[in-house]
């Protein structure tokens, strides 16, 4: 387990700098939108979620496989202490992605146009899908700037650049609808928002640049690298790339064709701002699985790579899962306490909570370890899968059932391909999930769940007080049935207290709560 143990401490090191640098930009992008879905209103925030749709539908377009590619060579080459190949895929990556970016933005502008009057039958929306579309570009440089911090175990640097993202965005956006800008300003925030982070962003990958040392003939191959980038990143961005406009597809152009009711949107607009409150811990383990799995080869580390995707599989789930579980329980209180006009979101956060439960069936691990491996080709096929079943799946849900509609064609068109993936990596690379983990996971979480709902609902307190009640009872409770179902075993909390060695501050607490866990393990 040494080699297994000592990758899974760096991610988990890399996923910490990576949670706190979330944590802080949400809860000031959080703050920041109870102000501005006040000043705007249900109706203008719908606007405002459409305008926002336009440049990501084009940004879908902005990845060719470099930032993956970039992550996998950069965390392979910087485990082999190979600088010289690391400063290649810098200045590849980084020139070639500059180039789409402009490519790009200049299309998004070409055609807001088409898409205010056509696509979204909303013309008066054209200057808006103008100015954000200028966003583009920095927002496929903030990626670049991701991946390089992926690769290089320096997620700090990314939690930065999401911070002053985060803090300009919501401050200028505030102000300008302060003083009376309205979703013309909001919209010039959103912008400027990305604008100054990417710049952060680049500034950190010269930097980081600047310290490695020159190869020795100082030639830089830049056109082979990004022959060797492509051929391996570009399955995987076609499949991204079909799945992202797939998405942006149901947000972007069905949404609007057939819900015209903009309070309704902005009431699942409100909703997927609080999915954060899960992804605040899916999306660090989604980031360090692929580098994790990248340093090992299913060939010469079987054992090792075995060991490595059954935890991340299990520990993703007791993270993901209890969370998504309690966000669902309580999704009432929680957006009541700071949005009480925005009636149905708490059901819409309810139903876009669900795809997270998928954690425990490995939907975290299974495509990053696919992948990791070099098998972009079969990942491309799972993409494909997803795209020719969600197409027509999205305009008959859509078309009927309307956002219910939207949010289950989501979940369906991805069950598939999991399916096919899980058979995949069993048959390939002798690994699975440990089912039986799993099932004690999802288990324990759901009847804490239905403890909390059905205590919440009863209290006859402000929706601030249910939730903090409502938050104590889920973790006390989940806990203890965890504990006394196996669900934790005292072999998972020493692997837990080797992992959490890295985490700098939050090392002595954590480590004085999987100490009351022991004791309770103690009384079984």
């Known amino acids: 387990m040494s080699k297994a143990t000592d990758v899974a401490k760096v991610s988990t ?80 990556g980084l020139l070639f992605q500059l180039i789409i970016g402009l490519a790009l933005t200049i299309l998004a502008i070409v055609v807001a146009g088409y898409m205010s009057d056509s696509m979204y039958s909303r013309p008066e929306l054209v200057l808006f899908i103008q100015i954000a579309a200028l966003s583009v570009l920095s927002g496929i440089l903030m990626n670049v700037a991701s991946a390089v911090f992926t690769g290089m175990d320096r997620l700090r640097l990314n939690s930065i650049m999401l911070i002053v993202q985060s803090i300009v965005k919501t401050g200028l956006v505030i102000a300008l609808l302060v003083f009376g800008f309205g979703l013309l300003g909001a919209t010039i925030g959103f912008t400027v928002g990305v604008i100054v982070a990417s710049i952060t962003g680049v500034l950190f990958i010269y930097t980081l640049y600047s310290s490695l040392p020159k190869s020795p003939d100082g030639n830089l191959a830049i056109g082979e690298t990004i022959k060797t980038m492509l051929k391996y990143g570009l399955p995987i961005s076609i499949g991204t790339m079909l799945i992202g406009f797939l998405l942006v597809f149901y947000t972007s152009v069905l949404m609007p064709a057939f819900i015209t009711d903009n309070s309704a949107v902005g009431n699942y607009s409100n909703a997927q701002k609080f999915v954060v409150l899960i992804t605040f811990f899916a999306t660090p383990v989604t980031t ?74 490995g939907g975290l691990s299974v495509v990053n370890l696919i992948n990791s491996q070099g098998d972009t080709k079969y990942a491309l096929k799972l993409s494909i899968l997803q795209a020719v079943i969600g197409f027509p799946l999205g305009v008959v849900l859509i078309s009927q059932f309307g956002l219910i509609g939207l949010i289950a064609s989501n979940l369906i068109n991805v069950f598939p391909g999991l399916l096919l993936g899980l058979g995949y990596i069993k048959k390939r690379y002798g690994v699975s999930v440990d089912w039986i983990a799993s099932a004690k996971i999802l288990s324990s979480s759901a009847v804490t769940g239905v403890l909390t709902y059905l205590v919440v609902t009863a209290l006859p307190f402000s929706s601030l007080i249910r939730l903090i009640i409502g938050v104590a009872v889920f973790v006390v409770v989940f806990v203890l049935i965890a504990v006394f179902t196996r669900t934790i075993t005292r072999l998972d909390l020493e692997i837990m207290q080797t992992l959490v060695e890295g985490l700098g501050p939050l090392r002595k607490p954590i ?11 103690s009384l079984r």
Do not use: C
């Not at 719908?46 to 749709?53: E, K, S, V």
């Open 13 to 92: 090191k890399g996923g910490f700098h990576l949670l706190w640098g979330i944590t802080i930009s949400t809860l000031i992008s959080l703050a920041g939108t109870y102000y501005i879905n006040n000043l705007l209103g249900p109706s203008d925030t719908g606007l405002y979620t459409i305008i926002l749709g336009a440049p990501a539908l084009i940004m879908t377009f902005g990845d060719w496989g470099i930032n993956v590619a970039m992550v996998r060579y950069v965390a392979q080459y910087n485990s082999q202490n190979n600088t010289a190949k690391i400063r290649s895929i810098l200045v590849a």
């Open 511 to 521: 480590h004085k709560v999987l100490s009351i866990i022991d004791k309770l393990i």
């Open 288 to 361: 360090m699985l692929f580098p994790a799995f990248s340093k090992l080869d299913y060939r010469k580390n079987p054992q090792d790579l075995k060991n490595i995707f059954q935890y991340s599989v299990k520990y993703a789930s007791l993270l993901v899962v209890p969370v998504t579980i309690l966000v669902m329980s309580l999704a009432g209180p929680i957006i009541n306490t700071l949005f009480p006009e925005f009636l149905d979101a708490p059901f819409y956060l309810v139903l876009l909570s669900i795809s997270y439960l998928f954690t425990a069936m």
